[in-house]
């Protein structure tokens, strides 16, 4: 019985007891691991040669997507650079801070600068664009897994546009 009142003493004196403290210990354990997990994921950078650019008005534009899930509709991040920087029809963009592994490209060339790629009446664009592996799918966009590749550092990327 006494142990028990050292125990409950203990734990309204601000301390916690024998229990509390293995569980604090525990979590912490866990957060530090995720935590050590998280840090230890590789962010790299990749470079894209965006080529088929025939003006130079406007931007170019460039979804990154890492799931079948989001593709097409929120990518991880994007980036844009001026079609103005073309040379030949071609422009190097440089993508940052990727995550390793699976990843998807969508870009189109946003001509008139309206910050999205236009379509005609029977949906079709009317903007040129393009997606990683030169995927192209039928009666639409091609589906994530014919676009998706495996993201490796310093890799270059090259996508023709349509």
């Given amino acids: 019985m006494k142990a028990n009142t050292k125990t409950r003493s203990a734990s309204r004196a601000g301390r916690p007891g024998p229990m509390k403290q293995s569980l604090l210990s525990a979590s912490f354990g866990t957060l530090a691991m995720a935590l050590c997990a998280a840090g230890s994921a590789q962010a790299m950078d990749l470079e894209l040669e965006v080529s088929g650019l025939t003006q130079s008005e406007g ?8 799931d079948a899930n989001n593709w097409l509709k929120k990518p991880l991040t994007g980036s844009s650079v001026e079609a103005s920087q073309q040379k030949d029809g071609r422009v190097l963009i440089k993508l940052k801070d990727l995550p390793e592994g699976p990843v998807a490209l969508s870009i189109f060339h946003d001509v008139n600068g309206n910050g999205k790629l236009d379509s005609n009446a029977m949906g079709l664009p009317k903007e040129p664009y393009g997606f990683s592996n030169n995927a192209a799918g039928s009666f639409g966009p091609p589906k994530f897994e014919k676009a998706q590749f495996e993201a490796k550092p310093g890799a270059r990327v090259s996508v023709q546009l349509n």
């Fill in 59 to 66: 931007r170019v534009m460039v979804g990154v997507y890492t």
